[in-house]
């Protein structure tokens, strides 16, 4: 692990072309209550230096009404890295992680899994969120 660690560090460089696509016809950015996320990323890096890869990574999520003021949110997401070429490298820097608020709640961020990060990820949540009661905006 330790020999890794060093190994990856120090100078790289990376050339790449991503484009994402992102429908987002959700009522509310922050608590939304209906509608749908879906979220396309795709990068291939390779043209210049010493990172040659395919990453792709998408996400949806989906969001309902629920009883007593409730919305129920449905959210799933997952990713590979594919390397290319004779002389194939994933650098830390283009690997997944999971954890913190924005995958796994309740952990830090990039706690779970493999220390040095992993070339395929997925995940599946379910929330039931509500707003404030006397709160408008919150």
């Known amino acids: ?6 190994r990856v560090r120090g100078h790289h460089l990376k050339c790449a072309l991503r484009h ?7 009522d509310d950015l922050l608590v939304p209550s209906r509608g ?3 979220m396309l990323e795709t990068e ?9 890869h395919v990453k792709v ?3 949806s999520q989906f969001n309902a009404r629920f009883i007593l003021g409730y919305s129920a949110t449905l959210s799933v997401r997952g990713g590979v890295v594919h ?7 994933t650098w830390i820097t ?14 830090y961020e990039d706690g779970i899994g493999r ?7 997925w995940g599946a949540g379910f929330s039931l969120t509500r707003k404030l009661p006397f709160s408008p905006h919150i």
């Open 1 to 6: 692990k330790q020999w890794y660690q060093r």
């Open 20 to 26: 994402t696509y992102v429908r987002d016809t959700r």
């Open 36 to 38: 749908t996320k879906h």
């Open 44 to 52: 291939l890096a390779g043209f210049m230096g010493d990172v040659n």
């Open 57 to 59: 990574s998408a996400e």
């Open 83 to 89: 390397e290319l070429g004779d002389n194939p490298r």
């Open 94 to 107: 283009d690997k997944f992680f999971c954890g913190g608020p924005g995958s796994v709640r309740g952990f």
């Open 115 to 121: 220390p040095l990060g992993g070339t395929m990820h």
